[in-house]
C-alpha cells in the first residue's frame, strides 16, 4: 500500500491529461499508486491492472 502525495496525485494527473484525460487530482490516486509501486517493485509479464475513478 502507497499513500500518495499532492505531487505523486499530480504528476499522474498530468500524466493522464497527456493522454487526453481530464480527471480531477483525486482521481489520479490508482495511477499514482500503481506508479509508486512500480519504481519499487518492477512490473513485468503479463498483468493486468485497472484503475477506477469518479
Do not use: F, W
Amino acid at each position: 500500500m502507497h499513500a500518495a502525495t499532492d505531487d505523486e496525485l499530480l504528476a499522474a494527473q498530468a500524466l493522464l491529461t497527456g493522454y487526453g484525460v481530464q480527471p480531477i487530482a483525486a482521481a489520479s490516486a490508482g495511477l499514482a499508486g500503481l506508479l509508486a509501486h512500480a519504481r519499487t517493485t518492477p512490473v513485468s509479464g503479463n498483468q493486468i491492472v485497472v484503475l477506477t475513478g469518479r
